[in-house]
């Protein structure tokens, strides 16, 4: 009997089968396998993912080993999985930034968690091995320092500030330059020169993902964000009573008339669960499926009520961090994973 021999262009015809479940495509005409190495019936390759934050990262997996064990004479399948996140293509050359995807975090109105969901997407991505930085745009009101758990900035090389870092997150706020009780009392020329600088002005290193924290409302941060650095795609935060509704509703539409692709509505402490396993709603319920659907914008998710995320945060402890196990940290994580995807999705459309 005439042992088979296995080939690369075998492997490779097998996994040409293989669909990215979000881009429908297949993963060699996405030129995801690398280095298929074949060592009698055992095969080894990698597979290059476009997000280390991909939801669906098991079911390629599986389907690629199982499409290669199918050969004929293969008995063993060794996988790597390893990431490239995509450039979203827009050209950042104005302030000479290596940033892959800049994605701003908004809301309305002030008190729906915007910060923190910002803070914990950021933490998720760097947690699944992206390089991610977050800068705290929200000058007149700069949380960001307290619920990542760091108060001032590294000591300075060279002509550039150097952010300071936590849980593998680079920072920048203007928390970390005043006084906690200095209040900043600035016009819009003030503020649009802070962002810019706050930009230009520190060794950020290339990044995968910048997560932008923006202040409440339609106001000059946002502009002037726009302006300096080109998004990837916005993300606006919601609670489900009709006020901050009426308020997303016009961030929606702010993100669409700076031309910022609104990557969808996060709906935050949408229900308290009790002791007995019942949910009570506090600020209503779905409003912030009802407000996505009539934006024709996508919905990303709901975001429970717990104690925890309130604690976390005055710990300087991310709740994804300090809970990871909890239903709060579990929805913030799968919504940290389809924001990356939707980011790999329509920056792989502009190649």
């Not at 002509?159 to 300071?164: G, L």
């Amino acid at each position: 009997m005439v042992e088979q021999h296995i080939t690369k262009e075998a492997v490779l015809e097998a996994l040409s089968h293989v669909q990215e479940p979000e881009l429908h495509r297949d993963l060699v005409s996405l030129n995801m396998i690398k280095d298929i190495r074949i060592d009698g019936k055992r095969v080894s390759f990698k597979i290059e993912l476009t997000t280390p934050a991909c939801p669906l990262r098991g079911k390629i997996e599986e389907e690629a080993r199982q499409a290669v064990l199918a050969l004929d004479g293969v008995q063993e399948v060794k996988i790597e999985l390893t990431a490239n996140v995509p450039n979203d293509g827009r050209v950042r050359s104005l302030i000479d930034l290596p940033i892959r995807n800049a994605i701003a975090v908004g809301s309305g109105k002030g008190g729906v968690g915007k910060t923190t969901i910002a803070v914990n997407l950021a933490v998720c991505l760097a947690q699944r091995g992206a390089r991610v930085g977050l800068l705290d745009a929200d000058i007149y009101g700069p949380n960001i320092p307290t619920m990542m758990g760091i108060h001032r900035l590294p000591p300075q090389k060279g002509q550039k500030i150097q952010p300071a870092e936590a849980f593998k997150v680079k920072l920048m706020s203007i928390g970390f330059l005043v006084r906690a009780d200095q209040p900043l009392i600035w016009r819009g020329p003030m503020l649009h020169s802070a962002i810019r600088q706050f930009l230009s002005d520190v060794e950020w290193g290339e990044l995968d993902y910048l997560v932008v924290d923006l202040p409440p409302g339609t106001g000059d941060a946002a502009l002037s964000l726009s302006q300096s650095l080109p998004l990837s795609g916005g993300v606006i935060v919601t609670l489900p009573q009709q006020v901050s509704l009426d308020d997303a509703r016009r961030g929606i539409e702010m993100f669409r008339q700076l031309e910022v692709p609104v990557l969808g509505v996060i709906e935050n402490m949408s229900y308290l669960e009790l002791p007995d396993g019942t949910k009570m709603d506090i600020f209503g319920s779905g409003g912030g499926k009802v407000l996505a659907d009539q934006a024709s914008v996508p919905f990303i998710g709901s975001v429970p009520i717990d104690p925890e995320v309130r604690i976390s945060g005055d710990n300087g402890v991310p709740v994804v961090i300090a809970r990871p196990n909890s239903e709060v940290a579990k929805a913030l994580t799968r919504m940290s994973e389809e924001i990356a995807a939707k980011l790999s999705v329509a920056a792989l459309k502009m190649l």
